[in-house]
Nanobody, 120 residues
Framework: QVQLQESGPGLVEPSQTLSLTCTVS??????????WAWIRQSPGKGLECIGY???????NVSPSLRSRTSISRDTSSNQFTLQLSSVTPEDAAVYTC????????????WGQGTQVTVSS
């Protein structure tokens, strides 16, 4: 059973950097043919894929967030991390990590999500 668990601060001040970690169990983040994604959803908005890191360590980030986003991993801890800089209240959302099966790009396992509020 694959499980993903997000962790990080629930409150970030404007202009600061949001940092979230996803801890994976039941699978290795280096398993061939899988990627590991960050997704967010704001009130009244649909799901937004922020980006992902592949089993090989390559990353891809949404163009709209690319200038402020970094996705990295720690294979020894089986974790991957999201960093989003210069946050504004528009970045407030539920942030979720997920495993993606590269074949047909299927999101097959999800974390429970973590609420992030941006406020001073």
């Amino acid at each position: 059973q694959v499980q993903l668990q997000e962790s990080g601060p629930g409150l970030v001040e404007p202009s600061q950097t949001l940092s979230l970690t996803c801890t994976v169990s039941g699978d290795s983040i280096t398993t061939y043919h899988y990627s590991w994604a960050w997704i967010r959803q704001s009130p009244g908005k649909g799901l937004e894929c922020i980006g992902y890191i592949s089993y090989s360590g390559s990353t891809n980030v949404s163009p709209s967030l690319r200038s402020r986003t970094s996705i990295s991993r720690d294979t020894s801890s089986n974790q991957f991390t999201l960093q989003l800089s210069s946050v504004t209240p528009e970045d407030a959302a539920v942030y979720t990590c997920a495993r993606v099966r590269n074949t047909h790009w299927v999101y097959d396992y999800w974390g429970q999500g973590t609420q992030v509020t941006v406020s001073s």
